[in-house]
């Protein structure tokens, strides 16, 4: 599922309008809603996130301090939340289901380096985190790697293979704790 990325194929040109894109992207969120309270601006910050592509629901909650590489590979579904200082490195695709948070100080990582290559080429895979999951705070999610619906990812835990649906994984790397049941 990794994909690997050849930038020579691109030249100049192409990387310099990324680039030029995300420059202009992180100016905007550092100016126009970095300095917003928690409480306040959240339609604001949901509009400039789908001005620069996200697909995100109206009821989405995205803190000011949360870090977005590219909005424009950023899907999030009704009430999901990223918290204060998630890193979405989204190189590749992140997809967030309804009901999920990602709590604070989380890393999804959707690019690293092809190290069996002298090159080091760029590879990327997408991250899609499923309906009522919660990502416990200081997690890392490595690319290509799908959260079940339902599950909870305990915090500080590095999350490097496919999390089954209704379970609870903790530690690093991540393992199985035992399944989610839920009592009401």
Known sequence: ?????????????????????????????????????????????LFLLKLFGATIHNTVNVYSSVSIYAPWNLKMEAYSCLAPEVDCYNVAKVTI???????????????SHDISNSKNPLITAPITIKSQSWIGADAFIGMGVTIGEGAVIGARSAVFKDVEPWTIIGGNPAKFIKKRVINE
């Open 97 to 111: 289901g309804s009901h999920a948070t990602v709590s604070q100080k989380t890393y999804l990582c959707t690019a």
């Open 1 to 45: 599922m990794n994909q690997k990325v050849d930038l020579s194929k691109y030249k100049n040109k192409l990387s310099r309008a990324h680039q030029f894109k995300r420059l202009i992207w992180n100016f905007v969120w550092l100016l126009f809603a970095r300095p917003l309270p928690r409480s306040v601006g959240r339609s604001w910050k």
